[in-house]
Structure formats: structure tokens, C-alpha cells
């Protein structure tokens, strides 16, 4: 009888473009691999220069760093075969420059490569923008099985090349992947697989990145799938691991563990925090600083913050205007001390004061009254165009964003906005006020899912880390006296409804209508969304938890008359 | 003897998203061909949804409208043969819902669609993303002349379709296209087709989008090429025109106009100015600010501005501080006298006093003394990070800016900002402080560009309409006393050079070095660059006028451990 093919699938975390420390990390993880007897072990999509390293791959001179990485890995090679993701380097008749390849690496040398054939360039991907597209399926031996080889896309459409490693004996299909998290992309992914591997009777091997890398989370859960389509291992979300498995297995294998998946609410918990610590850490900060309002979405960025750095590295910002009710002001402080950050508070009123004097000292006969329409600065309130009260409103919310960039500044920290996306949907947020800071933690997280998460994590908690009394105030900015969210924007539950319509799901008026959404306010919002794409694009990157967020996912023109 | 084909060219200007506007346009411009005797009449590529329309092309209501729309055209074709871009509904197996395709309009309906067959994706160019690409050549016969028809990167390579369609029998390609302005752009354009021209032995007709949208402008200067490489029309640049040209020209025939190329710098600021007008009108705005400090940028900008919208429809405001010199405020004022512009004055002293009572009053425990190496927010000298210095400095620039943001407020005005790519580039500005504004009017003209425009202004003028003493000052940002750009970056001309390398031609630092720059400054500035990546990715839109502008020519990650 055959002996089992001891498989070891290494999801780790590169960074992008740190050819060496990649380099070095992929040489520890194939020793781990040896070390625990595998005979094969397959590393993440891109894993050397890092993924989605975007321009960097038109570089010539990054494409030969990479390149001369992915040697000296090989030399680690030796007793193990090891599949290492990299860009290989192509000739092109335009701009491109490299494959996206795997490098098949065995008694200490670059062996061979496979290419990827299939090359996405939809939502987030543009990998037709950097790649030359391979053409040739590719089968290897290893220890008596025969293995096809694929890089991520290749296995999400049936036909070529899996297909055609099979029919050339392959029972084993590797997919080595740098897959983007969105809620509960897992599963998706899981039922894909089984149904391939059903489809050809043969065991697949799906190997992820792990890490976040700017907008995108790379969750890991890499599996292994049986002939028959029953799960057969399953490495955590959101964390490195060397998953083992023998396959065959039975007879005198190990059993290879099976994570269990995390619930839904946690699942989007746990991307929100590696998203954040890994922006934090790989891009060199130690310390973030938030500005708490008393309200829900401050108070679930800061509860993200500390467990993703630890409390000690994150301070709590309370900037309190003549508007702040005692109210919020006591809740801010309350998460704050239930969180254990340390607590800084700074009243914002003599600063208004000065913008008021310097403003109404200044008379301009170029006043144009008629409404800005689009682009340009923005109203808090899209309804009411180029009111002064509008501009009242703003400057306080971007004196607080001063003073935050000041402390930044000072200090050195990051400083995390808490805008959420139904705000940035419809663009009720303050451009260079709560807008200003270097990374937007929860921009991709409706409202209503907000609220989920923190009572999910309170509930984690056994305690109020939010106290109840944010959860249950009604929404306001406390940018003018008895000022409430609902003054200005359907009801949450509602404009979350059309926001997943029009955003997520490219539907228009019509459709959203005839799905039983108010037609009014199906209008006003829509119309909202389109007006704030010029605001969107200068907000700070945030993390990627839906099927389509704002940023590289979703690209409109600002300059744009469709309506609807 | 055969009768000549009269051909027009029809360059004009869309709006994209504005379906039904465009098609009316476009209605005006078929009859105005007919009258003129046109046999036929050629409309840019995807001039009825406008381009480039991004993701608006993957929604299945903005497809069918422009279906719609083009249908609406064809009933005034008649009597003369028209080619209007539109995106033809496909079926694809993905998202993509369209092909980039040419209606063929005659006797008052649509007849047959020719389909782009070479989509580009490189640079600016993303049509991978959207289209279906087609893959038939199409010659047409219109009162006896055989046509090979053919949209915009269709001609860019050598071959099919050109070639196919002129071994069945075309004598005249057209070449609808949506083709983007840089500098020079026009006559690479001539070049490539006086060589096809030549290659294939026929005549080339190539009609130009005209038009600002969002980043990118739309330079028009549609020619006619015959088939020995001559020119025998050409329409101006940055303006509507119909071009008239009988083919093959001469017997009773009308001369065809060749307008004159404009000079190198008129060029760009031609460009400027269009892209300008363009975005503030587009997106319907009336008035603009600008945050004028008696520096060379922003009387570059100012100068832009009055060009484009007029000088009774541009507000210079003056905002000194205790570091602003007299000679900088005196010059200020004469720019916006000179331009005859409304000048406002605004003293930022009393502002700045209230952070700084502000922030001495809190101590925080949190200090991060280390370097924020990147990300976040900046230093306005990458070279002194995280000093206290640098965080009054930036209060200067965010206290100008909120004021600026508050006129926009009060008044619906756009605000312009007027950091050049130099300064982009390295990170020499501040986030949410001078790159405050709705539109970067001239961040993609170099330090050393900018200069040379101002002086050819000038001279246009014949008159100073910018001081020679602006002119000649060494560079400034007047945030502390005695500080001047030199303190903080390489002389302008070595580091233009240095960015023309790393930016525009995506060189290393040892080719930089091979070329002869000094090495030192050439990583220092490299590590400059990398570093001010999250801060470009937070500035607002600007004119694209190199053959790589930062934006969605130029897509680096921010987290990204390359050096060099």
C-alpha cells in the first residue's frame, strides 16, 4: 500500500514589499514543514513579493529582487518540496513584466514553475494590469502522489487547468491564493472547493495569505477537501498556521485538525482587529489615538483599537464643544476608563470662538448662494446646501481634527477615524474633521452592524465595555443644539437596506422601488452617494469586511451627471 | 471620376453619466455634418455615456439608458452616415455588461456595431475591467468609399483590425477615440498614424473626445492623415470643432483646415485651463477660492482660474501669519489686483494662539517619540519627524485651510488647491491643511514646469501679471521664520530630475545613480516618495499633464517595505 503524502500548507504574513523578511519567513516555514516530516509544502499566492504589491509589480528592478529571493528560498529546499508563490519574471510586448508563478522548489533549486493562467480583473483584482497569463496546466510528483498545480482564480472556474491535470492523473489539486476576506467569504469558499472536488473526485488544497494589507484582509483559513467533499482540515482565521495533513488519510496518519469556524459577528470582530494591527504595525506605528464622542461608532473603533494593540497604545480622545451633552461626555469617558486607555480631554469652545471673529470679520461680494451641488466641500447635511450654519458645524468637527493631527504630530501616534459606511454612503461626515486621520478602521461596517459588534463584544466581555446608554441614544452629531441623525437620514435600518442595494449590489431606483424600499427615500439617498464620491476619495483607507466596499472595490467618477 | 467622401469629424465634448445630454449633443453635431454636405460623420468613442465612466459601466440600468439614447440618435441619422460610441449590452460570464463599440446609424436607425477588439489596461486605462472584447473587423461602404472602422487602441498596435479591413478593400480607417492628453500627446498621435498610414497605404481619420473629466483631459486635435503619411486636416486642440475633409481631397473639393499646433507651453496650459473649467462646471460650480500666499503655485493657480472661469468668478484670500513676510503678503495682493480677482484678508494669529493654549494644557503619558516613519500623518519635512515643531506648522496650514473650507461653506465655492508635483511627490505639504480643497489644479506640473508657465503667462500677457519678484524669491512655505524649501529638499531642478526617473519611468536607485544624479539625494528622496504615499492618497483630484500622474496612473500601496 501506498504511504500517505504528508501535506503541510503554510498560511503566513508577509508584508508587501519586503522581499527579504518574506524571503526569510517563507525559509522558517518550509523548515517547520520538514521538520514536521512533510514531503510538500505550498506557501500563499505572491507570498515573496507580498500581495497586492500594485505598481511595485511594473518595477523592473522589484521583479529582479524578488526574483533573487526566491533562490536563495530554494536553497532551503532540500529534503521537502516546496511551492512558493512569486512574481516570475516575463517578457511582454507592453508594460508588464512578470507571471504570477509558482516557483516549485526541491534539492536545494529553483526546479520549475506554474503560471497562472486565469487572471481576475474585477472588484478588488487588476491582475491584468501587472501579469502575463500562463498557458500550460502543470502536474508534479511528489513522494508517489501526483499533484496539479493552480494559483487561486485558476480553481474558481471549472475547466482548465484543474480539469486538466486530472485527466492527466493528478489526484491532489493545490491552490495556494491570496483571497480577500469579505463576511463570511469562508464558506463560500469551502462549498467552491467541495464542489470541485467532487466534480473530479480528486482532494483539493487551498493554502491563503494571511495579514491585511491597506484596504484588503487576507483570513488564512486554508483547508484541505476530500474526494468526496467532507472537509478534512482546516486552519484558524485570521492567524498563521502550518496546517498538516496526510493524503491520503487513515492507516497510520495523524488526524489533521479541523479550526471551527468563528460565528458570524466574530468573524467580522476578528478581521476588524487584524486589519488594524496589521496596518499599525507594518507601516511602523506603535501607538494610535482616537477621538471619542460618547457615540457608538468612537466607541467601537476604540474597543478595535485595544485589543488589536493592547490598551497602553491607545489613547482616548474627548474634545468637548458647548453642543456635547454631560451625557456623551460621561460615556465617552466611561469606555475610555473601561477600556484602560489613558484619557486625554481638550474643550474645543475658544477655538470656535477664534473662526467665528476671523469669519464674520470678512465680507465677500462673491457669494454664490445657489447650492453646491457636488463636489467641493461638502454639507454635514446634504438637504441643506451652503447654509452658514453648515459651515459652523464643519469647523468644529475640523478644529477636533486639527488637534488630533496635532497629537499625531507630537507624538507619533496613527489616528483612527470612526466614520462608518452608511456615513460614508451618503456622505454625512466632516471632509478634514472626523474625516482626518491615517486609517478609517470600520468605514466598510454599516451602521446597523455596528451596533452588532458591540454588543456582541460586550457580551464576549461578560461587562458593558460600552455602556448600554450609547447603544441606546438616538444617533447625533452634537454639532448644534437637539441635532439628531434622523433630522438628516432615513432611518438606519432602512438606508442600510438601499446602501446594500445600490453600493454592494449595482442596483438602480427602479429595482429598489419595486423590492419594497421607499421610492423617496430611495431617491434622496442615491442621490447622497453620488454627491459624496469626490469626499470618498479623499477619505483614509479602511478595512474591507463586505462584498464591495468603497475604495479599489468600487470606482465611479466624481464628475458624474447618472442619476439613479 | 469618383466623387469625394466628405467626412467630419465631430470632437466634442460629454459629460459622463449625462446619457441623454450627450445624446443631444451628439444630435446637434450629426446635423451640423449633414449640413455641411457630410457623406459621413464620425463621434468619439463612448461619447454617449461618456468616458471614462468607471464602474458606471457595470450597472445594467446605465447600459440599457445608453442603449436607449443611441437608439434616440439614429432617428436623425438620415441622409448621412453616422459612427457614435456607445456601450453595446453583452453577455459575459462576469460582471462586465458591455462592449466599447461604434453604432453605425443610417436611414435613421441603428444598422450594425463595430466592437473594440484591443481593450487597453495599462496606465489610466482599465477596460479589461469592463468590456467584452470584440473580434471582427468591419469595413463599411459610404457613397462608394470602403471604410475599415476601428475604436482608439484598435490603431496603437500594428495589425488587426487595421490591416485586415484594408486587405478587404478599406481605403480610409477611422479611429473614434477617447484618447487622454500629456504632454505632447498630440504629436506622438501624428506619428503613429502618418505610419500606419504609410504602412497600410490608406488614409487615417482620427476623431478626438474633447474635455475634462475628473483627472484626465481630453485634448481633441482630431487629424487626417493621408496615405503618404500627410497631414491633411487637423482640428485645434482643448475646443469643440467639427473638422470637414473631403477624401481624397482636391478637383472641386474644399481645402480642409490644419489648425496650428500650439507651443509646448501653451499646450499645457491650454490643458490646464480645460481641465479646470471642465471640473468646476461639470460638477456644477460657479466660483472658486484660492488660498494665495504670494508664492509661484498659487499664482500659477490663480492665473488658471481666471483663465478658465474669469477673474469676476475667483476669490484670492489672504490668510497671513506672524511668519508671513511683507513682501510675500504685498505680492499676494498684487497677483489677485493684477488678475482682477476679489482679494480677501483674513489674519490667522488669533487662531493659532487658541491651539497652542490648547495643547500645552494637556500632557499626555502616550508619547511615541520614536519616528512615525510613515503613514498617519506627516511631517511637513520628512527629515524632522515627530518634532514639536512640526505640529505648530501644520496648525498654520490646517487653520488656513478650515478657513478656506468654511468660505466654501458659506459661499459654494470650490477651493483649489495649489500643490505642484513636487511637492506631492516627496510629501511636502500638509494633509488636511494647504491640501485642503476640491481640486489639485496643477499637481502633476513639476516645481521647475511650474516657473516656466508662469513666465509664458506673463509674456502672453505682456504684461506681469505675476511679480517678478515671485518669480525670483526662493521658495518658501513661511511656516517658521527664516524657513525656506531648500532647508528640507534637493534643489528643484535635481530633484525634478530625480522624480522624472523614480515617478514617471518607474527607475531604481542605482539606474538614478548610473544616470549620474547623486546618489544620496537620490534615496533620500526615494524614501521621501514611499513615505507620502498615504497622503496622496488623501489629496484631492488634479490634472493629468505627464505621461504618469499620481492617481489612477500611478497605484502604489501604502504599506509597502520596498526601498528604492
Request: with cysteine.
Amino acid at each position: 500500500m501506498l504511504l500517505p503524502l504528508r501535506l503541510a500548507l503554510a498560511q503566513f504574513n508577509p508584508t508587501v514589499g519586503d522581499v527579504e523578511g518574506n524571503a526569510a519567513k517563507a525559509v522558517g516555514w518550509i523548515e517547520r514543514a520538514r521538520d514536521e516530516g512533510a514531503g510538500l509544502v505550498v506557501l500563499p499566492e505572491l507570498c515573496i513579493p507580498g500581495y497586492p504589491a500594485e505598481d511595485l509589480y511594473l518595477k523592473a528592478h522589484f521583479i529582479d529582487a524578488n526574483r533573487e529571493a526566491v533562490e536563495e528560498v530554494a536553497r532551503s529546499a532540500d529534503g521537502i518540496v516546496a511551492l512558493v508563490g512569486f512574481a516570475e519574471p516575463a517578457e511582454a510586448a507592453d508594460d508588464r513584466r512578470a507571471y504570477n508563478a509558482l516557483a516549485v522548489l526541491a534539492d536545494g533549486r529553483l526546479q520549475s514553475t506554474y503560471r497562472k493562467i486565469r487572471l481576475p480583473n474585477y472588484a478588488v483584482f487588476d491582475e491584468q494590469r501587472y501579469f502575463v497569463p500562463g498557458s500550460d496546466a502543470a502536474v508534479l510528483k511528489v513522494d508517489g502522489t501526483q499533484i496539479g498545480l493552480t494559483i487561486c482564480e485558476d480553481c474558481w472556474v471549472e475547466g482548465p487547468p484543474a480539469s486538466l491535470e486530472v485527466e492527466q492523473g493528478a489526484t491532489l489539486i493545490v491552490n495556494p491564493s491570496g483571497s480577500p476576506y469579505h463576511r463570511g467569504k469562508g464558506r463560500e469558499r469551502e462549498i467552491m472547493f467541495r464542489d470541485r472536488a467532487r466534480a473530479y473526485g480528486v482532494h483539493f488544497a487551498f493554502c491563503n495569505m494571511v495579514g491585511g494589507q491597506d484596504e484588503l484582509i487576507f483570513d488564512g483559513q486554508s483547508v484541505v477537501i476530500g474526494p468526496d467533499g467532507r472537509l478534512l482540515a482546516r486552519a484558524r482565521q485570521f492567524e498563521e498556521e502550518l496546517l498538516v495533513c496526510d493524503i491520503p488519510p487513515g492507516g497510520r496518519s495523524q488526524t489533521a485538525p479541523v479550526a471551527e469556524a468563528l460565528p458570524d459577528l466574530g468573524e467580522v470582530y476578528g478581521a476588524l482587529v487584524l486589519g488594524l494591527r496589521d496596518y499599525v504595525i507594518k507601516n511602523g506605528f506603535r501607538h494610535v489615538g482616537v477621538a471619542v464622542s460618547g457615540g457608538i461608532d468612537s466607541a467601537l473603533v476604540a474597543m478595535v483599537a485595544a485589543d488589536a494593540i493592547g490598551a497602553d497604545h491607545v489613547s482616548c480622545v474627548v474634545m468637548p464643544s458647548p453642543h456635547s451633552s454631560d451625557e456623551t461626555q460621561g460615556d465617552a469617558r466611561a469606555i475610555a476608563r473601561n477600556l484602560g486607555t489613558e484619557l486625554l480631554e481638550i474643550p474645543i469652545a475658544p477655538m470656535m470662538d477664534g473662526y467665528e471673529v476671523a469669519l464674520d470679520s470678512i465680507a465677500t461680494g462673491a457669494a454664490n448662494d445657489a447650492a453646491t451641488e457636488t463636489a467641493g466641500d461638502m454639507p454635514r447635511d446634504p438637504a441643506r446646501p451652503s447654509e452658514p450654519d453648515i459651515a459652523a458645524e464643519n469647523i468644529q468637527a475640523r478644529i477636533r481634527g486639527n488637534l488630533m493631527m496635532a497629537l499625531s504630530n507630537k507624538h507619533g501616534w496613527l489616528v483612527l477615524t470612526t466614520g462608518n459606511k452608511s456615513e460614508m454612503s451618503v456622505g454625512y461626515a466632516t471632509l478634514y474633521g472626523d474625516m482626518a486621520g491615517g486609517f478609517a478602521v470600520i468605514k466598510d461596517v454599516p451602521k446597523t452592524l455596528v451596533y452588532e459588534l458591540v454588543r456582541h463584544r460586550n457580551e464576549r466581555a461578560g461587562t458593558e465595555l460600552v455602556p448600554t446608554s450609547v447603544i441606546e441614544r438616538a444617533p447625533s452629531a452634537e454639532l448644534r443644539p437637539g441635532q439628531l441623525d434622523s433630522d438628516s437620514l432615513p432611518a438606519y435600518e432602512i438606508l442600510d437596506a438601499i446602501l446594500a442595494g445600490y453600493v454592494e449590489r449595482d442596483e438602480g431606483s427602479e429595482e429598489l422601488a419595486r423590492a419594497g424600499l421607499p421610492a423617496d427615500e430611495v431617491d434622496r439617498v442615491i442621490g447622497m452617494v453620488d454627491r459624496s464620491e469626490y469626499k470618498r476619495r479623499q477619505a483614509p483607507p479602511g478595512i474591507r469586511i463586505t462584498p464591495k466596499a468603497f475604495g479599489r472595490d468600487r470606482r465611479l467618477p466624481i464628475t458624474n451627471r447618472f442619476g439613479g
